[in-house]
């Protein structure tokens, strides 16, 4: 009997019990749960490691039919099948890069009734009879993953999403839940119209992660700053996003040749390179990932310590779903993005270029300027990224750069003045470090050609170096009083915002940039990935634990994290449980996950308790 055959009309707090090793359900999952058990549509925003898969994954045990979950992204199904699996659950996928021999498999049980959940991408549910095929089918349940790619205004639009609307004329009567980890009002009122789901019940969950220290810093030595940000994370998993191929390369070399353990992720690189690297990734080493922005979606990991961004994310939406790939087990982790004005006009003048309608770039832009704003503000990070979303904190998070210190000001009325000015006077064309040179009194061949010595701003600003002007210029483009009007990196004034700064008529405060993050430990993760909340000798047990989790995964070919996270491990560390029955207790230890392991677990907890009195 399969386990779906166990559990159809049970409860599914007893299926969460029972296969899940949950004692209860936690926020907003048994709502969710309960209104696709009566047969209802929901949409359920949750944060990265909230628990969304529970919210489809009980109903479809305790619904008749197999689960249909439908994914974009391939490593989310494998691991998904892999985890589910470990449960005792038939799972399969059927996605491009499946084996023949297991894409037949899965359709054999498919088409027997002995699949309990199918894991499908949008591509290959819509091709010509998949549908139609699946029809036949009893389905209990349609989850659609990563529900932000459907909307035209998310961060990561498919537009073969938005043909999934047909899907309540093939399968009438079946509950859909649409789930996502982050999309503001607008984004999602496009997925339920996309998806012609009106009467579907919104569910949103805190944004808050309490876990994730959040900071930003002003590019001052990239490389240097990278460097400083990975090395309290040295032994533990880390990803490093940048905005181009080419990069990602160029900085996982600079990282190697330093010792570190790093590879590069994008699109251009082989099947062969890519799922190497996956491999790597997901068997858990220690590895920095320097990828694009394509890369981790739906990858499972929850022991990423660190997410570490070298260029600018285009909205708060994407920002947000990229730092949530670290601290997926709840534990201690951090995020920092380096940012800078060279960025800011970058994306300013792309999006201008852009051919999208005005009514579309005006929502870009405006996704543009609260990124621009997060990076500079005085006040929480974590207040400022969460009112993105329409979220009111009570009062600054306690876990972000300006909270733990607190940003310095200063007047910068008079700076702004003396640099724009100077753009002005220079003709508005010249690009950032030409104005500086001005400013400074620095004699170049450039400012001698054009007779720039000759102004009357040359030298005004040469009580001041080179980095508080870099400073000033970034942070009048995050306001928008600069601008960059061509893609020649010559700068303008914005003359309606820049004019009453000009005058004396409006006054700038300006924050004092730190280039470099300070050293400080945290309580949570140490150097060595093990978490420092536990006593000496439940240490000594957790890392125990992990070595015999890391062999068993090696023997079957799959993630460690499937097996137990570490904070199953950091549980059954503490507790140190003598018995099936007590270790059974235990958050996250499952029926069949006690079955496979439980006597594995017990027995390297009782080689340490014989070491110790030995």
Known sequence: ???????????????????????????????????????????????????????????????????????????????????LRQLGINAGALHSELPAEEAARVRSDLAAGELDFLYISPERLLAPGMVARLSRQRVSVIA??????????????????????????????????????????R??????????????????ASFHRSNLFISALPKGGEMRQLVSALAPHEGAACIVYCGSRARTERVAASLVTQGWPALAYHAALSPQEKRAALIRFRSGEPVVIVATVAFGMGIDRPDVRAVIHLDMPSSPEGYYQQIGRAGRDGLPSDTLLLYGGEDMVRARYWLDQSQAPDSEKRIMRGRLEAMNALTETTGCRTTALLACFGEVLSGPCGHCDNCRTPVATFDGTEAA??????????????????????????????????????LSVWGIGKDQGEAFWRSVSRQLI???????????????????????VLRGEEEIRMRVDPLVPKEERRPGVSRNAVPEDLPEEARRRFVALRSWRRSEAQEQDIPPYVIFHDSVLHDIALDCPDSIATLGEVRGVGRSKLERYGAAVLAVLARDRAEQAG
């Open 1 to 83: 009997m399969s386990v779906r055959d166990r559990f159809v009309g049970r409860d599914p707090a007893l299926v969460l019990r029972e296969v899940f090793g949950f004692p209860d359900f936690r926020g907003l999952q048994a709502q969710a749960v309960g209104r696709v058990m009566d047969g209802r549509d929901v949409l359920v925003l949750m944060p990265t490691g909230g628990g969304k898969s529970v919210c489809y994954q009980v109903p479809g045990l305790c619904r008749p039919g197999t689960g249909l979950v439908i994914s974009p992204l391939i490593a989310l199904m494998d691991d998904q099948v892999a985890a």
């Open 144 to 185: 659609i993953d990563e529900a932000h790619c459907i909307s035209a205004w998310g961060h990561e639009f498919r537009p073969e999403y938005r043909a999934l609307a047909c899907l309540p004329e093939s399968f009438p009567g079946v509950p859909r839940i649409a789930l996502t980890a982050t999309a503001d009002a």
């Open 187 to 204: 984004t999602r009122q496009d997925i339920l119209s996309a998806l012609a789901m009106p009467e579907a019940e919104t569910l949103v």
């Open 417 to 454: 003045r003396k640099l724009l000015s100077a753009v002005y006077r220079t003709g508005q064309r010249f690009g950032l470090i030409h104005v500086i040179n001005v400013l400074r009194g620095k004699v170049t061949e450039s400012v001698e050609k054009h007779g720039h010595e000759r």
């Open 478 to 500: 995050a306001r928008g009083i600069l601008m960059a009007p061509d893609d020649h990196g010559g700068l303008a004034l914005d003359q309606e915002r820049a004019r009453p």
